[in-house]
Structure formats: C-alpha cells, structure tokens
C-alpha cells in the first residue's frame, strides 16, 4: 500500500544544515511535497518538487528527489532557531492527486 | 482573514455523545478535505470534496463518521457516538483546482476533540 517514512526527530546547532529524509512507496507519485507544522500554528506548503525534477532550491531551501530509490530530502541551510518546528513529508496517493499520502512528521530541534 | 476556519477550537465530549465539527474553506476554492491528527500519527486523509460531492471518502474509520458540504462551502464533520479512539486534532483544509497541476493546500488551525 501506500507508505510515507520519515525519522521522528532533528536535533542540530543554530548556523547547521538540517537534512530530514523521507522515503515513500508510491513511484506513480507525480508532486512530493513538505510541509511545514509550527507550534500553534496551522500546517503550511513549504516545498514541492515534481517527480520529474531532482531537485529544486528555494533560498535556504534545497529539495532532493531520488526516484529510484523513493527517497525525498530536504535541506535547511544556515538553520534558525524559528525553524523550529515539524517537518511532514508528502506524496500524492496513486492515481489521483487531490488525496495526499503523509509522513508521521519529523520534529526538528534548533540549539543555540 | 481569508484563511480557512474551524469550529470550535476545541471541543470535549463524553463517551456516546455525537460531536459536529466546522469547517470554511477559503472562498472560491473547490476541493475541500478532512484529516484526523493524533498524538504520535501523522495525518489520517479522512475525506475529500469536491464541490458538494465527496468522490473519496475511504479514509472515514467506520460509519459513525459522516460529512456533508453545502452550497460548494462549509462542510460539517460529523461523529456519532463518540468513542475515546476518536480523541484527536481534526483538520480541515481546502485547495482551489484547476489552475495549477500541484495541489497545495491549506490547513485551518483544527479543532481538539476529546472524548472522556
């Protein structure tokens, strides 16, 4: 079936890269996406890549995508402490891109 | 704030008591969505609208589950018999079609259910 992994937390210094990695199932998936979920705060489109693409950059922002071995990163250069927050990884379900397959979240830790 | 909106924030109900969730979509988009938040789990897809008719609805966990939209807006989450299985953050997003290929779509602040 359809499946989306992630590692459950991140821990780095200010000033570090981040990297969270997510690995999906579904390789008819046509957009992965990240999302970004911030305490009290409503989950908000970060990225996306199409799956034709291997990568993309968006200022601090780099997204890579290994489509043979269905694995999605993201990387946060120059890490903030309001980045803070928890990262979801996403596919969109097979054969119909409204439905949208979830990571469990990876909670990234920012330390001074 | 033409963000999408839930009610209420939070909701607590006893066991056996049904339970009606809120959600505005942004004015104009089409697609709407219900997910279930629970501590430790990602996101469960529950339902997805598109206009007033639901073409997915294969993530409702059992038929006390029901969800209805009206006039292609507000949709109402309904849960019948509360079970505390069903304590969770219940999400409501909406996204507007057709002009783009990717599908980004926007969460309401979700409404905390918990069934004592």
């Known amino acids: 079936g359809e499946d989306v992994e992630q590692s459950l937390f991140l821990s780095v210094r200010e000033g570090d890269s981040s990297v969270i990695n997510c690995t999906y199932t579904?390789?008819?998936?046509?957009?992965l996406y990240w999302y970004k979920q911030e305490p009290g705060a409503g989950l908000q489109l970060l990225t996306y890549?199409?799956?034709n693409m291997d990568m993309k950059q968006d200022q601090r922002l780099t997204v890579l995508l290994n489509k043979k071995d269905k694995h999605l990163s993201l990387r946060i250069a120059d890490t903030q402490t309001g980045d803070s927050a928890i990262y979801f990884c996403?596919?969109?379900?097979?054969?119909?891109?409204?439905?949208?397959?979830w990571g469990l979240g990876t909670s990234l830790a920012v330390n001074p | 704030g033409a963000g999408v909106s839930q009610s209420p924030s939070n909701k607590v109900t006893e066991k056996g008591k049904d339970v009606e969730l809120r959600c505005d979509p942004i004015?104009?988009?089409?697609?709407l969505y219900w997910y279930r938040q629970s501590l430790g789990q990602g996101l469960e897809f529950l339902i997805y609208?598109?206009?007033?008719?639901?073409?997915?609805k294969s993530g409702l966990p059992s038929d006390r589950f029901s969800a209805e939209r009206t006039g292609g807006s507000v949709s109402t989450l309904t849960i019948q018999r509360t079970q505390q299985e069903d304590s969770a953050v219940y999400l409501c997003?909406?996204?507007?079609?057709?002009?783009?290929?990717?599908?980004?779509?926007?969460f309401g602040p979700g409404t905390r259910l918990t069934v004592l």
């Open positions: 997003a909406s996204s507007l079609e057709g002009t783009r290929a990717y599908n980004e779509q926007f």
């Open positions: 004015s104009g988009h089409t697609a």
């Open positions: 609208f598109q206009g007033n008719s639901a073409p997915d």
């Open positions: 579904d390789s008819s998936s046509t957009y």
């Open positions: 890549i199409f799956s």
């Open positions: 996403a596919e969109t379900g097979a054969g119909n891109n409204r439905k949208l397959i």
